[in-house]
């Protein structure tokens, strides 16, 4: 069945289906059912929703029971159109055409799609997003994991991730369910200048740049403790250190630090992060070379990177044992002769 107008009555297609006659609506007041045997082509020569060159064939239906049930196969036609046709129109990444429109429902689902011999940009493919009363063709990258095909720059994790994504793509046409209906419906939703910040954030990135704000929070406490053994010979002014025995040599202290950091690297996002904490301690001179001590603190970091929506939180409390030894060197001086 092909050509533009009305139908009035239910519709039972198990061959080809194919609205327009170059393009243009065919609306079926009442229910429309496409055969697992069928065929589903509409005709692209535009993006608009009329009849003849410029516009795309669509299938419309009318009325409470206007419901369309799919099965078969989805084909789209950019060359070789009959009629009042272009014949040269090709639709850039991101492109999107509302093929079936129903009026009570859409369920089902086409077996697949077979992508049109000509006609797409180059790396680029058709794939089908189902909506609860609609179906729309949408042109896709052929590779997530190759966007630069597309003129798209991007990273090499984001390109990494997209190669994973290009793993489970399932085949073109098909309604989706469950995890992959959330991630590819969601993909192939997006503009183009979004794809690469999309991959990006789905790197999961800030995981590992947040490793670099962790280690300086743990650096954090040895330094304390470092500086506490450099202060052991002579007391600093930012630090307060109390002599608890004179006999024993206990002496206690505490420090408090605070400040900001960044962690970035080539092609990688910037990790921006601030930090606060405090740490006391106590220690004994126990020989005459040798100083225990224990120490305890918390302390708290935020980071985040702004280009890709993270944030991370470090909430952290510290213990610590340490201790030093001194080795005297005695130098023997002879005289001569």
Do not use: C
Request: glycine share 14%; no cysteine; proline share 5%.
């Amino acid at each position: 069945l092909r050509g533009s107008g009305t139908l009035s009555g239910p519709l039972v297609v198990a061959g080809r289906l194919a609205p327009g006659n170059s393009p243009g609506t065919l609306t079926v007041n009442g229910p429309v059912t496409l055969a697992s045997t069928s065929t589903f082509q509409t005709d692209i020569d535009g993006t608009g929703t009329g009849t003849g060159a410029g516009n795309y064939s669509h299938l419309v239906t009318t009325g409470t029971n206007g419901t369309v049930t799919v099965a078969g196969t989805l084909a789209p036609t950019l060359r070789g159109i009959t009629g009042s046709a272009t014949n040269s129109y090709t639709p850039p990444l991101g492109t999107s055409f509302t093929v079936i429109q129903s009026s009570a429902g859409l369920s089902g689902s086409f077996a697949g799609l077979a992508q049109p011999a000509s006609g797409l940009p180059a790396s680029t493919r058709f794939d089908a997003l189902y909506g609860p009363t609609s179906l729309a063709l949408v042109v896709t990258p052929l590779w997530y994991g190759n966007l630069a095909a597309n003129g798209l720059a991007t990273t090499a994790n984001a390109s990494a991730l997209g190669s994973a994504v290009d793993s489970i793509r399932p085949v073109a046409g098909i309604a989706l369910t469950g995890a992959n209906a959330g991630l590819f419906n969601s993909l192939y939703s997006l503009a183009p200048t979004a794809l690469a910040a999309a991959l990006s954030q789905m790197t999961g990135e800030v995981y590992a740049s947040t490793a670099a704000q962790t280690f300086d929070d743990a650096r954090q406490v040895r330094a304390a403790i470092n500086e506490r053994l450099d202060d052991a010979t002579g007391p600093k002014p930012d630090k307060a250190t109390a002599k608890l025995s004179s006999s024993l040599n206990v002496a206690v202290w505490a420090t408090g630090y605070g400040g900001w950091g960044n962690a970035s690297g080539d092609g990688l996002a910037s990790l921006g992060w601030t930090q606060s904490g405090f740490i006391a301690g106590a220690d004994v001179k126990v020989f005459d070379t040798t100083r225990l001590g224990i120490a305890a603190g918390f302390g708290q970091s935020d980071g985040h990177v702004d280009s890709l929506n993270s944030k991370a939180d470090n909430s952290h409390t510290d213990l610590a044992l340490y201790g030093v030894s001194q080795r005297r060197l005695r130098h023997l001086l002879q005289r001569p002769g």
